[in-house]
Nanobody
């Protein structure tokens, strides 16, 4: 089993920044990809960003590519999502996720195996 615990959400003014954290524990040896998804009210859960175990490979949805940075601390088994230049459209519940391998449909949340509890990010205008 793999457990994911995330934190760092909150209320922020438009143009501000937040950093989300997600710590993994349990049988993490098989986990090669970590990621972030978000879900706004009335919308489907969508992919935001992902990072390989080594940190060499990163992926972003186009809407956040120039504003968000995903990174990891290997020693702490923790992944981060630095969110800059936030706008109200970024308001959502953000979920940390993990999976063993990257596949062609890796942007689909249905194909990720482990999830955190979610943390609310609210951006005021």
């Amino acid at each position: 089993q793999v457990q994911l615990v995330e934190s760092g959400g909150g209320l922020v003014q438009a143009g501000g920044s937040l950093r989300l954290s997600c710590a993994a524990s349990g049988r993490t040896f098989s986990i090669n990809y970590r990621g972030w998804f978000r879900q706004a009210p009335g919308k489907e859960r969508e992919f935001v960003a992902a990072i390989s175990r080594s940190g060499v490979n990163t992926y972003y949805v186009d809407s956040v590519k120039d504003r968000f940075i995903i990174s990891r601390d290997y020693a702490k088994n923790t992944v981060y999502l630095q969110m800059n230049s936030l706008n109200p459209e970024d308001t959502a519940v953000y979920y940390c996720a993990a999976r063993p391998l990257w596949v062609a449909d890796g942007f689909d949340p249905a194909h990720w195996d482990y999830w955190g509890q979610g943390t609310q990010v609210t951006v005021s205008s």
